[in-house]
């Protein structure tokens, strides 16, 4: 009797053991959530920012103040160590920019409203009948590529096309690289979102100047285009452009809590956002939502003097926009001095709101504990849905840190879908962001931040460079990656 006894009581005091160490994850959370609803200051520090700043385009008047904004914000919030990390850059920006349509052999123009993308070249005149490529996947250049050579190719922003449904989408830039590949002498994507919209953003893979002018119409403008190149076969697109490219020094914004163990110094957890927008509003959704809760995550983990056995870095990222580029000169940083062997993962605001789980960035080991935790945090607010997602993408500063083989996550949530049609608009400005939505953020992410970087086994591995290569094409990255020009491994 005995000898059957004594597993029964070790596998209690197993439970037990766990059953404490969620009362203390439950404690902690309790006082995280009463900071963050009583205190939280993301809110309220967005809105000062959109209002005395604007937009927070990289290389701009106005980057520099959003930069020295979010370093003064962390100073007084205790963060002696709030440092800038400067890089250079390429810095684009609009000037002038017009497209008209016209009948071969005519006057008879027609103007419509457009928006220079980045990074087209800095001055560009290009006169080209159109050629219509669908929604701009590889498949559709290639059911055209004998007539799409020096044409104006005319595409979508996302699939509409019945043959297309199903397939994965490409980023604005990646179809404009297929264009570039297959001889365009321009680019006109046509965007989404009805009421006349139009979209900005980058269309070079690189971050880099582009050798052909890409210009976004709105949906409205692009099915008018469409109808009259239907019905008359000799259109022509007239692209004239004038744009800024110059070096400048950009400042990604960096604090950090050291660790309280030893044993877990090589492990840090690095938690970022990009702090730059666009120019044609306030950026607030895109990545205003993002950039401020991490800062006021930061906050609160001051303001409680919560302690973490792991270091825990905080950045705000700029150049994201405009190719990733405070992330990827961070990342070649750590990876010159060997300190990307130490980051242990990264996790990724970027316009995340009102968030409802996390998305475990293609780890199952990841996935289970972070929906162990998320249990946790329901016993505080039984409103969190604890819904974790377990897949990877590109297109944001994570992408740097999962091509080294840093394991990636990021909080996960919804916006208004009024919202969703202002990405990269003219529209996106403060009125869009909620108080409880963005306090959603703080709160919940500080929680499940605070409990990874405590955990006795973080459940990620650093991946060695075939271990990511293999990560990689099991998420169908690898297409797009060369398309970027972002694979690094022979083929």
């Known amino acids: 009797m005995k000898r059957r006894l004594l597993p029964v009581i070790l596998l209690l005091g197993t439970v037990c053991a766990f059953t404490v160490k969620d009362d203390e994850l439950r404690l902690v959370f309790e006082r995280i959530n009463e900071d963050v609803l009583q205190k939280g200051r993301a809110y309220e520090s967005l809105g000062k920012a959109t209002e005395s700043i604007g937009h927070r385009l990289t290389g701009s008047p106005n980057g520099k103040k ?22 250079n850059v390429e810095a684009w920006s609009r000037d002038t920019v017009s497209l008209s349509l016209v009948p071969e052999n005519s006057d008879n123009f027609v103007d419509y409203e457009v928006v220079a993308l980045a990074h087209s070249p800095v001055s560009s005149h290009v006169t080209a009948r159109i050629v219509d490529v669908g929604d701009g996947l590889e498949s559709d250049f290639e059911a055209v590529k004998d007539k799409v050579k020096d044409k104006v190719a005319l595409f979508n922003i996302n699939i509409q096309d019945e043959k297309n449904k199903g397939k994965k989408n490409l980023h604005r830039s990646e179809k404009t690289e297929l264009a570039i590949r297959y001889g365009a002498k321009g680019v006109i994507i046509a965007n989404a979102v009805q009421g006349g919209v139009l979209l900005t953003g980058t269309a070079s893979v690189t971050g880099e100047l582009i050798p052909i002018p890409a210009v976004c119409v709105s949906v409205e403008s692009g099915k008018s285009m469409r109808k009259w190149i239907k019905e008359e076969k000799n259109i022509l697109a007239v692209i004239d452009m004038m744009n800024y490219s110059r070096p400048i020094r950009a400042r990604n ?72 580029l405070g992330s990827r000169y961070m990342v070649k940083e750590l990876e010159k001095n060997k300190g990307i062997q130490k980051i242990a993962l990264m996790m990724n605001l970027d316009m995340v709101n009102n968030v409802r789980g996390f998305n475990a960035g293609g780890n199952d080991r990841l996935k289970k504990r972070m929906e162990e935790i998320g249990q946790v945090i329901r016993q505080v607010d039984s409103t969190y849905a604890n819904a974790v997602s377990n897949g990877a993408g590109l297109h944001s500063d994570h992408q740097p840190f999962m091509l080294s083989g840093v394991p990636i996550c990021s909080p996960s949530g919804s916006f208004p879908l009024k919202a969703y049609g202002c990405y990269h608009a003219n529209c996106d400005r403060f009125d869009l962001i909620d108080k409880n939505q963005i306090n959603n953020n703080v709160r919940y992410t500080a929680m499940m931040l605070y409990a990874l970087a405590n955990d006795e086994s973080l459940p990620v591995k650093k991946l060695n460079s075939k271990e990511t290569r293999d990560f990689l094409i099991r998420h169908n990255l690898k297409n797009e990656l060369i398309l970027g020009k972002d694979w690094r491994w022979e083929e």
């Open 253 to 324: 914004v960096i604090v950090s809590l050291p660790g309280t163990s030893k044993k877990y110094k090589n492990e840090k957890i690095v938690i970022g956002g990009h702090l730059d927008s666009w120019d044609l509003a306030t950026g607030a959704m895109d990545n205003g939502v993002g950039s401020f809760s991490v800062m006021d995550i930061a906050r609160v983990f001051k303001s409680l003097n919560l302690q973490t056995k792991r270091p825990v870095e905080f950045v705000l990222f700029m150049g994201e926009e405009q190719g990733l």
């Open 66 to 87: 959003a930069e020295e904004y979010a370093l003064n914000l962390l100073k007084s919030y205790g963060y002696t160590n709030a440092r800038f990390q400067e890089f």
